[in-house]
C-alpha cells in the first residue's frame, strides 16, 4: 500500500518532472546538435553522390523515377536549411512537363442560370425563364500577355440575341503595371467587376437596379485601354485602374463598340486597398468623365463620382456603393444630380456545410423630375426607385446554387410598389 | 493481489510519464507546414500578410521578370487543410469559387497548380522559374529554399503554419 502512495506522489509530481526535463533538454543539446551535424555531413555526401550518379532529376529524359525514399528527419532552422531527404512516391520529368505552362492554353468556363417569377405587377406573366447562357474564355498567350474574353446568348421572344460583353488582351509588364486594350466592363465601383455576367458569382438573383446589364444609371462598359495594378503601399494595399476610351453609345446601354459617338473620349480613375490587417475588407473610389451626344448638337458632360466598401468573408458579406451621376449641359450650363446607392448584407450560416446564405439589400435611385439626358434617352421610368429584397442562397454543390428571393419595389413616388416571388438555379461549368 | 495492483500501477504511471515528455516535442515542429520556393526567388522571408498576398493572385511576380507560379496540395491533404484555414481562411468550397471568380475577373490568367505529393511539390519547386508551395516540413528536401514566415522558419516557435 505505501508503494501505490509511492506512485500517487509520483504521478501528482510528474508536471514538475516535466517542467525539469526542458532544462535537461537544453543541458543535452550539445550533444543532439552534434548528432545533427552528423547527420548534415552525411545527407551531403549523400547529395553529392545522387548528382553525381544523375545530375540531378531535372536534366534526366529517360528515367521517371525520383532517387529512393529515405528517413525524415525534423526540419533545421538555418537560414538554407540541409532538411531530411523525402520519402514519398517520385515524380517523373512527365509531371514537371505537365505543369508549365503550354501556350496559348485555352481554358473556358460557362456560366448559366433559370428563373421564375411571380409578382404583382398588373402588365406582367408569370412563368420560367432562360437566363443568360456566358461563356468565358482565358488564354495565357506568353508569360506575361494573356487573353479574356466573355460572350452571352441572352433569351428573346423570338432568338437568342448574342453580345460580345469582354474581349481584351493583357500584357503584364509586373504588379505595378498592366495594361488592356480591348472591351470592358468599366471599373466603377465594385459589382461592375467583381460579378460580371455570372449569376452563379453574385449572392443575389439580380444585380442592383443602379448597375443593371440594358440600365443606363451606369456606363457598364467601355472600349479602349485600361492601365491598372499596385501601388506600393505596404499593409494599406492600394491598387489603381484608369481607363481611356469609347464612352456611352447614341444608345446609353450600349458601348461603343464600333466608334465613338464624337470625338471625346472617356476616361476614368479608381482606386481602392484591401488593408492587410483587415483582411477581407476592400474599399474604393472611382470618378468617371465623357461627354456625351444623346441627340446630334445636344451635348452634355457626365461625371460619375462613386465609392463602395465591401467585406466579403462570408461571415457576414456586406456590400454597399454609392453613385453620383451628374450632368452639365454645354449649350445652356444647366446641372442634374442623379444619386444611387444599395447595401447588402448576407451572412453565410454555420450548419450543414456552410450551404446556406441568406441575405438582404437595400437599394435606392434618385433622379431629378426634369433630367434631359435621361428623359432623352427613354430611362424616365426610374424616377425615385426604392427596392428591398430578401432572400436565400443555397449551394447544392461547389458549382451550382439555388436561390428564392421576396422583393418589393417602387420604381416611382406615387406609383404603387410590386411585390414579387423571384427563384433561380444558377450554376457554372 | 498487492503484486498486480502495483505493476497495473507502474505501467500507468510510466505510460503517463511518457505521455507527459514526448508530446511537447511533437507540438513543436512536426506539424508544421513548410513554405518551399524556387531557390531563385529573391524573397526568404515572408509575413503571414505577404503570403496570403502571394496566394490569393494579388502579388503575381517576384520581380519583373519572375512571374509567381503557385502550387497547391490536392484535397484532403493536411498541407492543403493548413493553408486553406491559415492563408485563405476558407472552406474547399469557397477556395474553388475564389479561383474560379478571380479568373472570371480576369485577376489571374491561371489557377494554382494541384501536386499530389510533398515529393511532387519539392520537385516542382525547384523545376518550375518562381514556383512556391508548401510541404510538411520532414519531407523538406536538400538544397530547397524554406522560406521564414513572420521571421520564424519551421519548427521555431512563433511559426504560424501548423
Known amino acids: ?429 | 493481489m498487492r503484486a498486480y495492483w502495483k505493476t497495473a500501477c507502474g505501467v500507468l504511471m510510466g505510460g503517463w510519464l511518457c505521455l507527459c515528455c514526448t508530446a511537447p516535442a511533437v507540438a513543436q515542429g512536426h506539424n508544421d507546414v513548410a513554405l518551399v520556393a524556387d531557390p531563385d526567388i529573391p524573397v526568404s522571408t515572408l509575413t503571414l500578410a505577404e503570403v496570403r498576398k502571394v496566394f490569393r493572385g494579388e502579388r503575381q511576380y517576384w520581380n519583373t521578370n519572375l512571374a509567381v507560379v503557385l502550387l497547391i496540395r490536392a484535397p484532403v491533404a493536411r498541407e492543403r487543410d493548413v493553408v486553406l484555414k491559415i492563408i485563405y481562411q476558407m472552406s474547399e468550397s469557397q477556395f474553388k469559387q475564389f479561383w474560379i471568380a478571380k479568373i472570371f475577373r480576369a485577376e489571374s490568367a491561371t489557377a494554382p497548380k494541384v501536386v499530389y505529393s510533398n515529393d511532387m511539390a519539392n520537385e516542382l519547386v525547384s523545376a518550375i522559374p518562381g514556383a512556391i508551395a508548401f510541404v510538411d516540413a520532414r519531407d523538406v528536401r536538400p538544397g530547397t529554399k524554406v522560406i521564414r514566415v513572420d521571421g520564424h522558419l519551421p519548427g521555431e516557435a512563433g511559426y504560424p503554419l501548423r
Not at chain 1, 470592358?184 to 444585380?207: M, S
Request: glycine content about 8%; hydrophobic content about 35%; overall charge negative.
Open chain 1, 1 to 429: 500500500m505505501r508503494s501505490l502512495l509511492v506512485l500517487f506522489l509520483l504521478w501528482l509530481a510528474s508536471p514538475a518532472l516535466l517542467a525539469q526535463s526542458t532544462s535537461q533538454t537544453s543541458q543535452s543539446e550539445p550533444s543532439i546538435q552534434s548528432l545533427l551535424d552528423r547527420i548534415q555531413q552525411m545527407e551531403k555526401r549523400i547529395s553529392e553522390l545522387e548528382e553525381h550518379e544523375g545530375k540531378g532529376l531535372t536534366a534526366q529524359t529517360s528515367n521517371p523515377a525520383l532517387p529512393a525514399p529515405a528517413d525524415r528527419q525534423p526540419v533545421q532552422a538555418t537560414a538554407s536549411p540541409s532538411q531530411a531527404l523525402h520519402s514519398e512516391h517520385g515524380t517523373s520529368t512527365t509531371e514537371v512537363r505537365e505543369a508549365e505552362v503550354h501556350y496559348p492554353s485555352l481554358q473556358i468556363r460557362g456560366f448559366g442560370d433559370v428563373d421564375f417569377q411571380s409578382t404583382d405587377e398588373k402588365e406582367s406573366s408569370s412563368g420560367f425563364s432562360m437566363g443568360q447562357l456566358d461563356l468565358h474564355f482565358v488564354s495565357p498567350l506568353s508569360r506575361k500577355v494573356s487573353y479574356f474574353g466573355e460572350v452571352t446568348f441572352t433569351a428573346q421572344p423570338n432568338t437568342y440575341e448574342l453580345n460580345v460583353e469582354r474581349s481584351f488582351v493583357r500584357f503584364d509588364y509586373n504588379d505595378y503595371f498592366k495594361i488592356s486594350f480591348g472591351k470592358f466592363h468599366t471599373p466603377i465601383g465594385y459589382w461592375n467587376t467583381a460579378f460580371h455576367h455570372g449569376a452563379w458569382l453574385q449572392t443575389t438573383i439580380i444585380r442592383p437596379q443602379m448597375i443593371k446589364f440594358g440600365g443606363t444609371f451606369t456606363p457598364v462598359h467601355i472600349v479602349g485601354a485600361q492601365a491598372e495594378g499596385s501601388i506600393p503601399s505596404g499593409g494599406l494595399g492600394l491598387r489603381y485602374s484608369l481607363a481611356l476610351g469609347n464612352g456611352r453609345n447614341a444608345t446609353f446601354s450600349k458601348a461603343g463598340d464600333s466608334g465613338d459617338v464624337n470625338n471625346n473620349r472617356a476616361w476614368l480613375a479608381s482606386v481602392s486597398a484591401q488593408p492587410a490587417r483587415l483582411y477581407g475588407l476592400e474599399l474604393g473610389s472611382s470618378y468617371y468623365h465623357d461627354e456625351l451626344t444623346p441627340n446630334p448638337g445636344v451635348n452634355f458632360r457626365e461625371w460619375i463620382a462613386g465609392g463602395y466598401v465591401s467585406w466579403t468573408k462570408g461571415r457576414p458579406e456586406l456590400l454597399a456603393e454609392y453613385e453620383n451621376v451628374h450632368h452639365t449641359s454645354l449649350e445652356t450650363s444647366q446641372t442634374f444630380n442623379t444619386t444611387g446607392y444599395y447595401a447588402q448584407v448576407a451572412y453565410r450560416l454555420p450548419w450543414q456545410e456552410n450551404k446556406w446564405k441568406p441575405y438582404y439589400r437595400f437599394e435606392y435611385i434618385h433622379r431629378p423630375t426634369q433630367e434631359p439626358v435621361w428623359d432623352i434617352t427613354g430611362t424616365s421610368s426610374v424616377e425615385d426607385l426604392v427596392g428591398s429584397l430578401v432572400g436565400v442562397r443555397w449551394d447544392i454543390t461547389n458549382f451550382a446554387c439555388f436561390k428564392g428571393e421576396y422583393r418589393k419595389f417602387r420604381q416611382a413616388t406615387g406609383t404603387p410598389s410590386v411585390n414579387g416571388a423571384f427563384f433561380q438555379s444558377a450554376f457554372t461549368f
